[in-house]
């Protein structure tokens, strides 16, 4: 423990070491009027919150997703560290730059990629790497075998399916959302959804920079939108009708990992708390069909995307950073693009401590 941790900080308080662009750490958080404690790892600089021991009932309360979600059962976890925010672009360079992995995944949608192309085609390239992210943004398009990497690297792992929601609900009991049970407001978390009366003006056409919204109960940001993220655990359907009581870690085998949060382009139904996905370990993403899962998909009255914030002003064009919207003709079927998968890390907290 003593390898990977060079500073323990209240929130708030100053003196984390920061890796290149990682966020400064400016406001003071409190759950249940106890300051939060916040370490900052020494291997990728990341700011890493306490959880304490707890307990919480892990599952849909609503009954408004799907089976796997089901039944609603009582976890106990042990107390842990996890990563403030997902993990960034500048942190994934930095574990390119000290290994020999790969690397870095395109960071471009699908869609923007293909526009680019027939554009160059016709002589016309303005489109070409206006959707370059910042170091501050999430890495996306890692494979789960990726994130471990990484996390080995970093000295941590990847959370459990039970830790990430637990980390998610930030104190919250029996809630469909990070901020409660009311849909999403522009200023919760990073979505701009995929269908017509879904959108939502967020302030960004795609990922944004991490901690770009408020955090959770404890602490956390983009614990929704943003980029979907990767949990250790073996993904099974029933699992829930037989996990273990304390610090479960999922079925012993499997063919797919869990993923966890929803995505910048997700759908509504997504961002709630208890919504599960599955994906192959050595896949970074996977069509937005899949994604569906068969579930209805509630008509919001929301706001449309703004222009991306990313680009300075005087490039922005009329039409060209907003997704292309759906024909209402056309609004059951899928847009062409990708979901993306990132991560956020954890560590088991030291006996010592």
Known sequence: MGCLLIGIVLLGCGGDEMVEDQPEITRTEVVDNTPLR?????????????LPAGSFEMGDHFDEGAADELPVHQVELDAFYIDRHEVTIGQYKRFLRETAYGTLPDQTPDWIAEKAIVLAQKGVHQVVGFTTPTNRHPVANVTFNDAQAYAQWAGKRLPTEAEWEYAARGGLVGRQYVWGNKPPRKTDCNFTGSFGGEQADDGYSYTAPVGSYAPNGYGLYDMAGNVWEWCADWYDENYYASSVPKNPKGPETGTERVIRGSGWSSYLQHLRLSRRLKLSPTAAGFPQAIE???????ALDLEKPALDKNIPIDEQKPNQEQKPQVDPAREKQVPDNTVRV???CVVNLAIDE
């Open 38 to 50: 916040v370490i900052t790892s020494e291997k990728d600089g990341a700011a890493m919150v306490l």
């Open 292 to 298: 569906s899962s068969g579930l209805e998909k509630p």
């Open 342 to 344: 990132g991560f956020r």
